[in-house]
């Protein structure tokens, strides 16, 4: 009996991507869920989401007799049969059905959207099916609307990821997947690589799954991606995140909870990050020790004892990912898993600066205008509750 926990359980396993002109992202993502992933997740069919340039790159790596990417990763591992040909590549269309080369103004940005949602609706109606979508293709608005559109119709056993690969092999087009023995990469003139030596692996994403907010005829008939937010949008309060620094109440989607010093000010960081439009925050980053005693100073007396152990700590890897763990949890419990989802600390895009691209930013998912820092929150809400009691 497949169980939504266990999506390698179920019958039909569906590893959905969308791509641009680097049809790698196909082989790499197979290569973490059935090689390099714990438990195993092989796919019984792969579908692809593409434009038409996109479409006939992905056809020749990964399908012809020669290179035939994917053909050569099956054969490498010994992986079983999996269905993937010529008709599992879908190149996006508007809705005169002519095909798209790219997306190059907003009509074409609406056919995508609507293109893509409904291959989720489609793909999710089956229940006998666990599907594994990946976003690290295309134009990044291809892969917001693959992971919205799996935020609206997915369900328990359904996963997103991005793949990651360590450099310099993720910015190689001759690479494709970590082969089991020696295959030579050319870098540059005069300088090789061994694509054994790579490392791949799948950054989870976690989504908000709204189906269940969803009318019963959008899930069974054609869904327009428009049509399908309007819908979901009617099912969730808006989102709110007020943060009261003299108190250390934390006040999501109206739940309100404390946390303990150090954890408030590395969440009010997070939220002052959020709500000026900065980047997320990595351990490794120098600047963050000062930015974090900055907020710990609204909390705590800068002349306390406790301010002064806090300085001592600084900031290490260890201490960073215990604080983000503390404040999912907490979140979690109050709100939770559902309603905490957009309000967690996640994962975001990787750096733009190629130095940087390893390390991994984190931060809150909640929109800039939805972040607030009021003093008087926490008293407002403790009179709220007295007076519902």
């Not at 069919?45 to 020749?60: M, P, Y």
């Not at 050569?72 to 269905?83: H, M």
């Not at 934390?250 to 590395?266: N, R, Y």
């Not at 900031?315 to 404040?327: L, P, Q, V, Y």
């Amino acid at each position: 009996m497949p169980q939504p926990d266990r999506p390698e359980s179920y019958p039909r396993r569906i590893l959905l991507a969308v791509t641009g002109l680097s049809p790698q992202i196909v082989t790499e993502t197979l290569y973490a869920l059935a090689i390099a992933h714990e438990p195993a997740w092989v796919p019984t069919e792969v579908q692809v989401l593409t434009t038409a340039r996109g479409a006939d790159n992905a056809r020749l790596n990964l399908l012809s007799e020669e290179p035939g990417w994917f053909h050569r990763l099956r054969r490498d591992y010994g992986l079983p049969e999996i269905a993937f040909g010529p008709e599992n590549i879908h190149i996006m269309r508007r809705p005169d059905g002519s095909t798209l080369e790219d997306i190059l103004d907003n009509a074409d940005n609406v056919a995508v959207a609507d293109f893509i949602t409904e291959h989720l609706r489609a793909l999710t109606a089956d229940d006998n099916a666990s599907l594994h979508v990946s976003i690290a293709g295309g134009r990044k608005t291809m892969g917001f609307y693959v992971g919205y559109a799996l935020s609206l119709f997915g369900r328990a056993q359904d996963r997103l990821s991005h793949v990651l690969v360590s450099p310099p092999f993720e910015s190689l087009h001759e690479f494709f997947y970590p082969t089991p023995s020696m295959r030579v990469i050319r870098e540059r003139p005069g300088q090789a690589l061994d694509a054994k030596n790579a490392r791949v692996w799948l950054g989870d994403i976690p989504f908000v799954r709204l189906r269940d907010g969803l009318p019963k005829q959008l899930l069974e008939g054609s869904a327009r991606f428009s049509e399908a937010v309007a819908e979901a949008q009617k099912a969730l309060p808006p989102l709110s995140l007020i943060l009261d620094p003299a108190s250390r109440a934390v006040i999501a989607g109206g739940e309100s909870f404390t946390l303990k010093p150090a954890e408030f000010a590395f969440y009010l960081m997070l939220a002052e990050r959020g709500r000026k439009h900065q980047a997320g925050a990595h351990w490794s980053d120098k600047a963050l020790e000062h930015e974090i005693r900055q907020c710990y100073a609204r909390v705590i007396k800068p002349n306390s004892g406790d301010f002064v152990r806090f300085e001592e700590h600084g900031m290490s890897k260890d201490n960073f990912n215990a604080r983000k763990a503390h404040i999912n949890k907490a979140l979690t419990r109050a709100l939770g898993e559902r309603r905490a989802a957009p309000y967690l600390i996640s994962a975001l895009e990787p750096f733009s600066d190629p130095q940087k691209r390893r390390c991994r930013p984190y931060g809150l998912l909640v929109p800039a205008e939805a972040i607030r820092i009021d003093e008087t929150a926490s008293l407002q809400a403790r009179q709220r509750q007295e007076h519902a009691r």
